[in-house]
């Protein structure tokens, strides 16, 4: 259908070309990527053993590796070429070519590409907290060994931490485990000094047994009660009667109910410092009756905090705990408001207590590489026992914190039990249960497919995803070995590799602004360099790298300008390392045109011609509560070569009519596939097709002298 280039064929010529330029089944990578995105980790297990933010989708990466790989099918109209699932679940070994992601994250490029037996797979990231958690999913561990010390903590730990979570069972008396405490901040009126709790509403769950009631908290006297959903509260401790969705809070305002001032929270912060956290309630599993309940928070329970608060401050200083102040940033500035300053300041002192212990008899494990294990167990709790964490009211357990890329300054945090009950979640128990699975898993892995009937099937496939892992940057280069996984924690503005040595670079380049990678990372990292700073350099400063990083945050002083130049660099070593043969893949969205600007610029000026773009689910949830006309679904694919010889011409009116169709034929597939593709969506598959014509014919448009910026020429596309 595409016609060949004239200008380049020449060169073409000597190319052997991927089937990836010619065709790619996006519509189908779609259909399995949209089930992906929505039970992830059914499909990649591997992916539960640590946080990372925006991870790509497996299977689009694996679909990528595949296509970019294998020479041009034979497509037929009859047959369509080789059927996609044909080539999606062979166990395939492309064990004469090398793979690079200079962008890894989470590790989905390095992971996909251990699978498909390449030559040789190298991945960098700034970031150590990605270096880690991508090093810890690929090495291997003996399953005996993990279970053996995780059975020396419990057996040193467990107990000392639990007593701290119990609380008498309101049905039979017994000491029960408390899964959950609740608490809410406190601040004074600036008017009146009259105590203020910060409820949002008055509901406190629903009824999961019963939808006609709900439990709610008296503002009055705190007590918590079930009532009928529909009728108004009478509190049955002290008669106050009120609405569930009354409240204290709105938009950062609150309201006295004594004297009816209203007033910005963040002011009175500023003026009082940290809000005083009340316990009010809890919720906790009784193993002598088998019940699970909710109670009004009382003195044995207040008590039994202040217990633990005094034991953490005689034991505070011989506790592994992070030291560092928050840094200020774009993420972190919504916690500095609300006067959380130190790391620490993210948990009571009964969670300090528990993380440090929990943490120093990890860092007592003799074996390395177990220790390790543990660690990341660890820090992958983290999530859901600090006190920005919230309750699901529908669901009944706690929310993980990072649900929004952002570090939200929760005035109503569900205290977690870090150790874990019977039942809850986001427990250190659950979590290294879930790190046995993924082992499990990564020793023999399966892949799941649609099969003909629609259903999601899965097959066992042959290679495991284990490897040892190289990390020394100066024998990265040197050393070729398909049982090594290379991995380098520094920027990709210098990438350990010598020239034209590499021949397939697929990533998934930081997107502008949207996510700010290191401030989030810090939140782990201040915990994780108490357990690695001795074993890697790049775990010893106090934060993860900024200044390098690649991404527009005004807050810290970086550009959207900074952003371009930063990101051309690493398109420079990319160009360098690639082999003139090789191609460079990757993925991008955003809602911005000035993004698209940046990229474009970037991409030109090292002189890549994209050759083709692709749209495809992207990890975003398509829950029609999620998505509306400003969300995102899709991401694009570029498919890029180096430019090597002339460049092509065409008419601009040409190029348009060509663009424009090419946009309409890939929006009606997609929408065969996606229902409900956003307004934004549309956007980012126009900039998909703009930026390929534009790094195509730019020079023509440039040659006949039109004043026409990248930015004009995208506006041109963006419309409709
Ligand atoms: C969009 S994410 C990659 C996500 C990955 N594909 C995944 O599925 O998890 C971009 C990554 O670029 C990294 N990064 C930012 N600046 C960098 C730099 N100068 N050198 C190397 N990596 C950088 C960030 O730390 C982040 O992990
Ligand atoms: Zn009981
Ligand atoms: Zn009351
Ligand atoms: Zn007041």
Avoid at 658 to 679: V, Y
Avoid at 692 to 713: A, C, M, P
């Amino acid at each position: 259908m595409r016609k060949s280039p004239p200008g380049t064929q020449e060169t073409q010529n000597l190319i052997q070309e991927k089937e990836i330029e010619k065709e790619f089944p996006f519509s189908q990578v779609s259909e399995i990527a949209n089930r992906e995105s929505n039970a992830k980790r059914y499909y990649r297990p591997i992916l539960t053993l640590h946080k990372w933010f925006a991870r790509r989708l497996g299977s689009v990466f694996r679909s990528i590796l595949i296509y970019a790989s294998i020479k041009p099918l034979a497509h037929t109209k009859k047959t369509g070429g080789v059927p996609f699932w044909d080539l999606y679940l062979k166990d395939h070994s492309f064990s004469n070519m090398s793979v690079l992601d200079p962008f890894m994250g989470g590790g989905t490029t390095v992971v996909e590409a251990l699978r498909l037996g390449y030559a040789k797979v190298i991945g960098g990231d700034l970031n150590p907290v990605a270096w880690f958690t991508v090093k810890k999913e690929i090495e291997d561990a003996e399953i005996s060994l993990l279970q053996k010390e995780f059975d020396n903590i419990s057996k040193n730990v467990k107990l000392d931490i639990q007593r701290y979570y119990k609380s008498q069972c309101s049905f039979c008396s017994s000491i029960a485990d408390v899964m959950y405490h609740f608490w809410i901040k406190e601040i004074k009126c600036e008017k009146c000094q009259h105590n203020i709790p910060l409820f949002r509403s008055f509901l406190f769950a629903y009824n999961r047994k019963d939808a006609t009631t709900q439990y709610v908290i008296c503002p009055e006297c705190n007590q918590l009660f079930l009532t009928d959903r529909k009728a108004s509260c009478l509190c049955p401790k002290c008669s106050t009667s009120f609405a569930a969705s009354d409240f204290y809070v709105k938009r950062g305002r609150y309201f006295c109910p004594s004297c009816q001032h209203t007033g910005r929270i963040v002011n009175v912060n500023k003026s009082q410092g940290k809000p005083f956290e009340r316990l009010y309630a809890l919720e906790f599993y009784c193993t002598e009756c088998k019940t699970r309940g909710f109670k009004t928070a009382n003195e044995d329970d207040l008590d039994l905090f202040k217990q633990a608060e005094s034991e953490f401050n005689s034991l505070q200083d011989r506790l592994p705990l992070p030291q560092q102040k928050i840094p200020p940033g774009a993420k972190t500035q919504e916690l500095l408001n609300h006067q959380i300053t130190y790391f620490t300041d993210m948990y009571n002192k009964r969670q300090l207590l528990s993380l440090g212990r929990l943490l120093q008899a990890i860092l007592e494990i003799a074996d390395q590489n177990i220790r390790e294990f543990l660690l990341i167990t660890f820090s992958t709790a983290l999530e859901y026992n600090n006190l920005l964490c919230e309750y699901h009211r529908k669901n009944h357990y706690v929310y993980n914190l990072f649900r929004k890329h952002a570090y939200p300054a929760t005035l109503n945090p569900c205290e977690n039990n870090p150790w874990g009950a019977r039942y809850g979640t986001g427990t250190f128990k659950n979590f290294f249960k879930k790190m046995i699975k993924v082992k499990m898993y990564s020793k023999a892995p399966y892949e799941v497919y649609i099969d003909s009937s629609g259903k999601t099937t899965r097959k066992q496939m042959n290679h495991p995803i284990v490897a040892e892992v190289n990390f020394n940057s100066r024998t990265i280069d040197t050393i070729d070995n398909s049982k090594l996984v290379h991995l380098y924690c520094h920027s990709s503005t210098e990438i350990p590799l010598s020239g034209k040595s590499i021949d397939l670079v697929v990533t998934d380049p930081p997107y502008y602004d949207n996510v700010q990678y290191a401030e989030l990372a810090d939140f782990y990292y201040v915990w994780l360099r108490l357990g690695l700073q001795n074993s890697y350099p790049w775990f010893v400063p106090e934060y993860t790298p900024k200044d390098t990083e690649i991404v527009k945050n005004i807050k810290r002083g970086k550009s959207g300008e900074q952003y371009q130049v930063e990101l051309t660099a690493v398109f420079q070593e990319i160009s360098r390392v690639m082999k003139d043969d090789g191609l460079l893949i990757f993925t991008f969205h955003h809602k911005e045109l000035d993004a698209w600007v940046k990229l474009i610029n970037s991409l030109i000026e090292q002189k890549f011609i994209i050759k083709s773009i692709y749209p495809v689910h992207s990890e975003m949830k398509t829950s029609t509560q999620i998505r509306g006309t400003k969300s995102i679904g899709i991401d694009v694919i570029f498919v890029c070569r180096k430019q090597l010889d002339e460049v092509l011409t065409k008419e601009w009116k040409e190029v348009i009519k060509e663009a424009k169709s090419e946009i309409n034929e890939k929006l009606s597939i997609l929408h065969d596939t996606i229902m409900d593709l956003s307004e934004i969506d549309c956007f980012v598959l126009k900039m998909g097709v703009g930026l390929k014509f534009y790094t195509q014919y730019h020079h023509s448009i440039e040659l006949r002298g039109e004043n026409i910026s990248i930015k004009d020429v995208l506006e041109i596309f963006s419309q409709d």
